[in-house]
């Protein structure tokens, strides 16, 4: 990817640098085009940004200007962003400080977390990993309709006259530690919010451009549609680019007043776009994602069975978490020194995770699309290794050392 992402932006920083999208340039027009034809139904309108913060910080924007509502829901342990705007939509208090008004508006949902939440169970989600919580589900699923009903109390009690102006939710929590919903909680959350004045946003920040493997966006594995969709990181494969797209009605209630971005949608940031668009293509990186992410989560579900500090596994595609706990039948969090000198051994064996989740106990596993089987054998070889040094400290942390 990177030659090809490289040679498209040294091809047209040799031709123009920057202007600003008040005056018409070619390259952000293609990239528009080729950006909305990923997208069904009627989103078709797109604006171009620089971050994540800056897309779900304009989608608020046009959601409130849209519906003429104030409020807007999000779900606790989520992340979208750390700006001022942001930081108040943001349900974790990792990432939250104490400014004046950022919480004005914004109401934090019960979060429908099927492995720590009060409801959940063995068939809760879509991925090839379950929890390991007893389920007495045969049809539909309870533990959403129980979460289904905990939103229902909010709109009862909670918003004025019950209305709102948005919802926004990850198609899977990223920095809240690759957190799934049960299946259909989002597709009925999005009927609820609009039935009351609202829109629906699906954050894609990371969850987009096929990382998810059976879909190029992570809300079409919720069967639902959006009305607008925030993007950003992959989007540019490291080149400061994200947008939001929408439907053109809602991109219309911008013309209520003036809004601009300097370097949004700049040449050089849609030649990468377009350019990181035919990589995933030609190269089938989403398919690759799928494969690979299958992989390396069914690898990562036969650790589990070997050592007890692997409390859960959970995502799809390279969208992929591993809680560490230290009791399995608690689910209490492991203790923070004890994951750091698992994080630890693994950098010093050649590979890197992040941390995620509340108390930094999730392993986050977001590699490149690109990944390969080789890649993935010596990734669970360096866990396997990190893990048995940990039993080597806490003997009652492991069953067997064997991978089976």
Known sequence: MAGKVNQALSEQTAKL????????????????????????????SVCFVNSGSEANDLAMLMARMHTGNQDILSLRNCYHGMSPYTMGLTAHS?????????????????????????WGGSNCRDSPVQTTRECQCREGCQAGDAYYKELEETFK????????AAMFAESIQGVGGTVQFPKGYLKRAAALVRANGGLF?????QTGFGRTGEHFWGFEGHDYVPDIVTMAKGIGNGFPL????????????????????????????SAVGIAVLDVIEEEQLQRNSLDVGTYLLKGLAELQQCFDIVGDVRGKGLMIGVE??????????????????????????????????????VLSLRPPLCLCTEDVEFTLETLEAAFKFHMSKSPRSWRNSQRT
Not at 98 to 110: E, F, K, R
Not at 157 to 164: A, D, F, I, Q, T
Request: proline share 8%; with cysteine; aromatic share 10%.
């Open 17 to 44: 640098w920057h202007t600003t999208n008040i005056y018409m340039h070619p390259k952000i027009h293609e990239y528009a085009e080729r950006m909305v034809a990923k997208f069904p139904g009627n989103l078709k």
């Open 94 to 118: 990792t990432w939250r400080f104490p400014l004046p008004g950022v919480n004005n508006g914004l109401v934090h949902v019960m979060n429908p977390d099927p492995y720590q939440g009060i």
């Open 157 to 164: 009690y909670s918003l004025p006259r019950g209305k709102v």
């Open 201 to 205: 946003v699906a954050d894609e920040v």
């Open 242 to 269: 994200a947008a939001v797209v929408t439907t053109p009605e809602i991109a219309a209630s911008l013309g209520q007043a003036l809004h601009f971005n300097t370097y949004g949608g700049n040449p050089m940031a």
């Open 324 to 361: 560490l706990v230290g009791n399995r039948e608690k689910r209490t969090p492991l203790a923070t020194p004890h994951v750091l000198d698992i994080w630890e051994k693994c950098k010093d064996l050649g590979v890197l995770f992040g941390r995620g989740g509340l108390h930094g106990n």
